[in-house]
């Protein structure tokens, strides 16, 4: 079935440095693939949803500056976290639809396994 | 604002018996809802969707239902075993944007 990879799934860094974070859709091609962040007992938190060839939309109280978010194929998305620090530590999560042709509504959404990401 | 709620964070239940989780939200009329398990540290897998049109939906031992009235979808796991303690998401899904999640309820099944 469609698989939806994430790496690296553990990742500690330092304050102040850079991290990215890819997504991958390993037997389907997803135009739209959507980035979530949990932090311990909470709810998954929609940060943003990546387009393939676009600009991601944000949801509010999301820095774009601070949250990097490329899609340049149809398989991949990345997130990269600049400038880290310690509160940006949390589970992050990305996500994406299967379908033909663009987001059909209801399709299945698959879920990678998820990075978890420490700065210190 | 839309807001979703689980009725509980945790519930926990002896083996075999019928564990029922709720899911009520307000402020949104969503296409589909859909139930997810999500593992300690894992990414959330999932397990059921139901349609706006659609009352009930069954697969094994799962069974969703879906009252658009009332904003509210029950899930049940009939037969309940210790390998089901997990956490379990309802996600709104409004007509092909992202998920929005609920908090989960974390349920505990003992032998």
């Known amino acids: 079935g469609a698989v939806v990879s994430q790496h690296p799934s553990r990742v500690i860094c330092k304050s102040g440095t850079s991290v990215k974070i890819e997504c991958r859709s390993l037997d389907f091609q997803a135009t739209t693939m959507f980035w979530y962040r949990q932090f311990p007992k909470q709810s998954l938190m929609l940060m943003a949803t990546?387009?393939?060839?676009?600009?991601?939309?944000?949801e509010q109280g999301v820095e774009k500056d601070k949250f990097l978010i490329n899609h340049a194929s149809l398989t991949l998305s990345t997130l990269t976290v600049t400038s880290a620090h310690p509160e940006d530590s949390s589970f992050y999560i990305c996500?994406?639809?299967?379908?033909?042709?663009?987001?059909?509504?209801?399709?299945?959404?698959?879920f990678g396994e998820g990075s978890w990401l420490t700065v210190v | 604002s839309q807001k979703i709620e689980q009725n509980s964070e945790a519930l926990n239940i002896q083996e075999g018996k019928t564990a029922t989780l709720t899911c009520n939200y307000t402020n949104y009329s969503p296409a589909y809802l859909q139930w997810y398990r999500q593992d300690p540290g894992r990414g959330p897998v999932f397990l059921l969707l139901?349609?706006?049109?659609?009352k009930e939906k069954r697969k094994e031992r799962l069974k969703v239902t879906f009252d658009t009235t009332l904003k509210q979808s029950l899930f049940h796991i009939t037969a309940s075993q210790p390998a089901d303690s997990a956490t379990y998401l309802c996600a709104l899904d409004k007509a092909g944007t992202a998920l929005i999640f609920g908090k989960g309820t974390t349920l505990s099944v003992s032998s």
């Open positions: 996500s994406a639809r299967s379908g033909q042709g663009g987001i059909v509504s209801g399709n299945t959404i698959y």
């Open positions: 139901i349609r706006e049109n659609e």
């Open positions: 990546s387009n393939e060839g676009s600009k991601a939309t944000y």
